[in-house]
């Protein structure tokens, strides 16, 4: 009997129309089912419960490279992309991860082929090869994903907790590996890392540590019956869960005062308590209680106190999870320069706020508010894509009773005060760690990381001081919310039109004021989706006006949070944003309230009164985040100069910095009504709301801004729209430029194709999909350049291109070449491809295209972004899709030898190479003592090529930006689509 137990009644949301099966096989396995018949992709998770703390001690990283090698091969489908291919071919994609006690595995595939994706993920925990060859290869793409977070500050820092925990511990361990643990120093030590791999596999890649999400449009009893089929083969060893009784904090390791050097400018402290495991007590969760108060950030709130003190600018608080045995509970903040000079007062206004929880004592009413936004959730919960869903729910089928497994995060049943007093015993100055992060402590520390060489200090805290923090009483600033007005209460569905529009239609067009509406016709929740663009000339006149706008926006935010933290917490979140256009206002969440909120955000930024100390302290901020651009990861550097190469109006980083490090509280003061004075709106909403609602709350924001700020229309003569610089035919650019921080190089190679059109969109799509996962499997998977391997569109400003992308650790001239070379393959590619093959690739990139979306909120992006973009065209998916059937195998081929192609008529290249500083330098050095070109240098370090490949052309080297703009013609902008006009 393959099935040992079943569990159908399992509690789901009410509006949840998917059927929910639960399965223990006899081998152990947990299952859950999920049916949906509506679903448009199947998809599947399982997670092991090993992670890297079961690593051996000689090797750390194992786990994660079991990970990666799990995808290069079963014995059933040996192919190295097997795995990968079929789920490209089917308009689907994979992806895992190690945690410290999970690995988990999950896929997306078009509904119709999940057997044949479940039957190849399935070998992964049955029989894979663990190839010898393969295994020296990944082990370079392991490196170079530990290479990328070498200088990121949060994996820096979580290693340093690491380090300063309990000598012995296995939570020290050092998780991602590296090819010095997982192949130089094993050859040290006479271990066989394969073998190792297979101890590993055999030992914890037990059915009884597993557990096993799969979603799909077929019935419960055929999804059982495939499952039962390819899964119960899966040996069960009976393998204990793992389990870490012992906390990796003792009393030696609390107490603590630890220092941090970051690699970017940051300000942060963090308070750190174990806790001993508290996941049995799900149901009544004391920590989500004691979180709820001490990240609360409405008036009388810690946030609150800091920011009055101008010490704090954000403030988080929550248990963290460790591993089965042990927790934590953390309070985080970022800091401000004043903040770094009270660090202590700080430390003490937490333990009197704590202080004033234990003095208060257990309020029933705040845990059934909390009970309450917690269940409400759960009744409208929001639809996830189906690879999203299923990772959501892989580790609650480890953790909660199945009937429970939908449920069990948000049902606070019981009311324990004996639970939250237990938890608040254990937040007490004799249990805390305090860590701080900062610059100031550059040349000052004593201690070295070794995995990541974070440079940190590690003391003991003065028993006075810990004295004095636990003797502290409540100071009246520091108090327990009010009751959360924002708490929605009708929950009533909108009466629909006979016929309701199935797109945005435009119901109002006046010179100030551009109104879409779309009712939900999809979704029934009662939720709304607003969104407004406010377009000003000022915005993006210049940098000094891009900065004033940034600081408006920022100040804006922080004038708000008060009053929008309990709209959050209620179900109704907001975001202001700046653009090149303007300013931008979304909310979202249950409509009900949502207008109180609209109301609140027009009347305090039409009557904007500027504080000189918050100026100041959110200057600061804006002009650190510019500065730490350069420590950023180099994709998103050569994304960046890409951009700033193609775009008719980008202000660098350098501009902004340079612009708001003169403006004033007096400046920014009188440019707001500046920025306000000429304005014009555009606004969607949909949801559920009727057109009058809409109409309504549209004239709120105009009369607002007209009455509180003066605004008149902006005239449509003065509406300016980006655009792209146009690369001329059979051209070729290079524009190269170091990253100061990261050790790997970073190419962006780039084929401009032209405006955006029907058919040219569906080309280039139908051509990234036929690339994309050859381009991995051969630059990541076999060629090993790096970890950041990836292929795909690029659109901006309504015009597109191919794009490759690739971050390596070897020279950016040899990576550009393997490139090329790939785009040579890929014409034998196209050439070879079945018309079988042919139409797997149509058919797959249909799918991807007609998924529909999940939620309100996806929706509604999608159709802002056709608003946005001023192309209108809001059923774009359906008309291009209709288009990508009328496309044959040689109309793509004739697409490929027209724009990619090396001698292409329409090639229009540019290639962006981001190159370390240090290797920059040791490149300038080589290039004196050899008398040699950097690219002749470089060129030669590498290994043999293709035969027969073609000399590239010799870019035209860019050295200016402004000046390589200023020498090329615009695109012209892309007409709407749709009429933008009241019928």
């Known amino acids: 009997m393959p099935v040992h137990a079943v569990e159908d009644d399992i509690i789901k949301s009410p509006q949840d129309e998917r059927e929910y099966r639960f399965l223990l096989l006899s081998n152990q396995l947990k299952v859950l089912l999920v049916s949906d018949a509506a679903t448009e992709k199947a998809a599947a998770a399982l997670a092991v419960r090993v992670g890297h703390l079961c690593d051996p001690e000689e090797i750390p990283g194992l786990a994660h490279f079991c990970e990666h090698m799990l995808f290069l091969g079963t014995e059933k489908y040996p192919s190295e992309n097997a795995y990968t291919e079929f789920l490209s071919h089917h308009g689907g994609a994979g992806n895992a991860f190690t945690s410290a006690e999970f690995t988990t595995y999950f896929f997306d595939v078009a509904h119709d082929h999940l057997h044949g994706a479940l039957d190849r993920f399935a070998q992964f925990f049955i029989c894979p090869l663990f190839n010898a060859d393969a295994k020296d290869r990944e082990v370079n793409a392991v490196d170079s994903e530990n290479d990328k977070n070498l200088q990121v500050d949060a994996w820096r820092f979580r290693q340093v907790c690491k380090a300063t925990s309990r000598p012995g511990h296995v939570y020290r361990k050092f998780g991602t590996g590296s090819k010095y643990t997982l192949e130089t120093r094993p050859q040290e030590l006479g271990l066989d890392v394969r073998e190792e791999l297979l101890k590993l596999h055999s030992k914890y890649y037990s059915s009884n540590l597993m557990a096993l999400v799969v979603l799909g449009r077929e019935t419960l009893d055929e999804l059982a019956s495939l499952v039962e089929a390819l899964f119960s083969p899966i040996v069960t060893k009976s393998v204990p869960v793992p389990e870490f009784p012992e906390h990796p904090y003792s ?476 690369l001329p035919d059979e051209s070729s650019y290079l524009f190269s430029t170091h990253n100061e921080v990261h050790n790997s190089c970073c190419i962006e190679v780039y084929f401009q194709i032209g405006p955006q059109a029907t058919r040219p969109n569906m080309l280039l799509e139908l051509l990234v999909q036929v690339l994309s996962e050859p381009c991995f499997n051969t630059l990541r998977t076999k060629e090993q350049l790096g970890y950041i391997v990836g292929s795909g569109v690029r659109r901006a400003n309504g015009v597109q291109g191919l794009r490759f992308l690739v971050q390596s650790e070897k020279c950016s001239f040899f990576v550009e070449r393997r490139v090329e070379s790939f785009i040579r393959q890929s014409q034998q590619l196209l050439d070879s491809l079945t018309d079988e093959s042919f139409e797997r690739h149509r058919q797959a990139l249909a799918v991807k295209r007609l998924e529909k979306p999940k939620k309100l909120k996806d929706e509604s992006a999608r159709h802002w972004g056709e608003i946005l973009s001023q192309q209108y065209h809001f059923n774009r998916d359906e008309e291009e899709v209709a288009a990508l059937t009328a496309i044959s195998k040689q109309d793509l081929i004739q697409f490929f030898q027209e724009y990619v192609v090396q001698g292409a008529p329409h090639r229009h290249k540019l290639a962006v190479h981001i190159v370390p500083l240090q290797n920059s330098k040791e490149k300038s050095n080589d290039k004196k003592a050899t008398g040699t070109s950097t690219k002749e240098a470089d060129i030669s370090e590498t290994e043999e090529t293709d035969g027969g490949e073609l000399p590239l052309p010799e870019p035209v080297s860019i050295t200016d930006y402004a000046t390589f703009k200023s020498s090329l013609s615009l695109y012209p902008l892309v007409k709407p689509y749709s009429s933008t006009s009241l019928s």
């Open 251 to 726: 009393e030696n390791e609390l107490q603590a005062w630890i220092e941090c050097v970051p690699v970017k400018e940051l300000r942060q402290m963090q308070l750190e308590f174990p806790l001993p495991d508290l996941l049995e007590y799900y149901n009544c969760d004391p920590t989500f209680y004691i979180a709820h108060l001490v990240g609360h950030e409405g008036p009388g709130s810690l946030l609150s106190y800091f920011k009055a003190k101008g010490w704090c600018n954000l403030l988080s608080a929550g248990p963290s999870a460790g591993a089965k045995g042990f927790m934590f509970f953390t309070i985080g903040m970022e800091l401000t320069e004043d903040g770094e000079d009270h660090p202590e007062e700080i430390v003490t206004a937490v333990f009197q706020y704590l202080a004033m929880l234990r003095q208060k004592g257990p309020q029933e009413w705040i845990f059934r508010e909390c009970a309450d936004l917690t269940a409400m959730e759960f009744r409208f919960k929001d639809k996830q894509r189906p690879r999203s869903y299923v990772q959501s729910l892989i580790h609650s089928l480890h953790e909660f009773p199945a009937k429970e497994v939908l449920s069990a995060r948000y049902h606070l049943t019981h009311f324990r005060p004996d639970l939250i007093n237990m938890v608040l015993d254990k937040l007490r100055p004799q249990r805390v760690r305090v860590s701080l992060v900062s610059k100031r402590f550059e040349g000052k520390t004593e201690l070295k990381e070794p995995w990541y060489g974070t440079l940190y200090n590690f003391r003991k805290i003065d028993p006075q001081l810990i004295a004095q923090w636990d003797s502290v009483t409540p100071i009246e600033e520091l108090r327990l919310p009010a009751v959360n007005e924002f708490i929605p209460t009708d929950f009533d569905l909108v009466p629909q039109e006979e016929e309701p529009p199935k797109l945005p239609t435009l119901i109002q067009d006046t010179p100030m004021t551009k109104v879409w509406y779309k009712p939900d016709n999809t979704f029934f929740l009662p939720k709304a989706c607003l969104s407004f663009q406010l377009s000003s000339l000022l915005a993006y006149q210049d940098p000094v006006s891009c900065g004033l706008t940034s600081l408006f926006v920022w100040l804006l935010k922080d004038a708000l949070n008060e009053c929008a933290y309990n709209a959050e917490i209620a179900g109704i979140g907001y975001k202001i944003s700046n653009n090149v256009y303007g300013l931008m206002l979304e909310i979202q969440g249950y409509n009900h309230k949502q207008s109180i909120l609209l109301s609140k955000i027009t009347e305090t930024m039409t009557r904007f009164t500027v504080d000189p100390k918050r100026f100041a302290i959110h200057k600061e901020r804006i002009l650190r985040g510019l500065r730490n651009f350069k420590a950023e990861q180099p994709h998103q550097h050569a994304m960046y100069y890409a951009g700033l190469l193609l775009d008719s109006l980008v202000w660098t980083k350098e501009q902004l910095a340079e612009g708001l490090e003169v403006v004033t509280p007096e400046q920014l003061q009188a440019f707001i009504p500046a920025l306000l004075a000429k304005v014009h709106i555009e606004a969607l909403m949909i949801g559920n709301i009727s057109k009058e609602t809409c109409l309504q709350w549209a004239g709120q924001v105009e009369d607002s801004l007209r009455t509180r700020a003066g605004t008149r229309p902006l005239l449509a003569s003065q509406a300016f729209r980006h655009r792209q610089v146009q």
